[in-house]
Each structure stands twice: as structure tokens, then as C-alpha cells.
């Protein structure tokens, strides 16, 4: 069983940048592919980014490559999301995911791919 919780949403302006975390318990946290999804009103989950359990894998979502970074410190059992040059279509709810298989080489962008869930954090970007 693994328990996430995410942090460090808010409101912010366009431009601006913010740095998501997501907490992990359990033993086996250094062994799971990561990721990161966000939910807009009225939208779907999309994806957002991901990580592999050793950090040496990552992918993004084409809408935030090259302004975001996923990265991940095992010893903490903690994933970050660092979110530069936002935009008001940021906006949603940021949640993040750990996939039950471990050591998993590959990244995956399939909310079906994943089997634990934060309960999400708001983050608002004001135009």
C-alpha cells in the first residue's frame, strides 16, 4: 500500500513559477514508476509527467516540455514537479500516482497505468 499527498499549489500570476511535492509512505516508494496528472474543470485527468523508479527515465506531456521538471529524491520518498513560466491553462488540480509494478524502466501517461492517488492540489495561474 502506498499513501501520497501532494503540496505546494496556490495562486500565482503568469510567469510565475511553483514547486509541487508529493509524499510518499512506504517501504517500497524507490522502486515505483512516479507521476504527475492534473484535472481542469469540466476536463479529463491528463497527464502531465513522469519518472521511473531510478529517475533516470522521464517523460512530459508536449504542453509542458521544456517549462516543467519531474524529479524525485528516494531517500526523502518524495516527488517534485517544478513549474516555471505558467500559464493561466495550468490551471487544474495537480495530482500525483505511483504504479503498483516496481522497477519499471519504461514511463507511463495512462491514468490507468497507475494504482495509488493523492488527493490533489489547486493550482490557479492568473492571467
Known amino acids: 500500500q502506498v499513501q501520497l499527498v501532494e503540496s505546494g499549489g496556490g495562486l500565482v500570476q503568469a510567469g510565475d513559477s511553483l514547486r509541487l511535492s508529493c509524499a510518499a509512505s512506504?517501504?517500497?516508494?524507490?522502486?515505483?514508476?512516479m507521476g504527475w496528472f492534473r484535472q481542469a474543470p469540466g476536463k479529463e485527468r491528463e497527464f502531465v509527467a513522469a519518472i521511473n523508479w531510478s529517475g533516470g527515465n522521464t517523460g512530459y506531456a508536449n504542453s509542458v516540455k521544456g517549462r516543467f521538471t519531474i524529479s524525485r529524491d528516494n531517500a526523502k520518498n518524495t516527488m517534485y514537479l517544478q513549474m516555471n513560466s505558467l500559464k493561466p491553462e495550468d490551471t487544474a488540480v495537480y495530482y500525483c500516482?505511483?504504479?503498483?509494478?516496481?522497477?519499471?524502466?519504461?514511463?507511463?501517461?495512462?491514468?490507468?497505468?497507475?494504482?495509488?492517488w493523492g488527493q490533489g492540489t489547486q493550482v490557479t495561474v492568473s492571467s
Open positions: 500516482a505511483a504504479r503498483e509494478a516496481q522497477y519499471d524502466y519504461t514511463t507511463r501517461s495512462r491514468t490507468y497505468d497507475y494504482d495509488y
Open positions: 512506504g517501504r517500497t516508494f524507490s522502486s515505483r514508476t
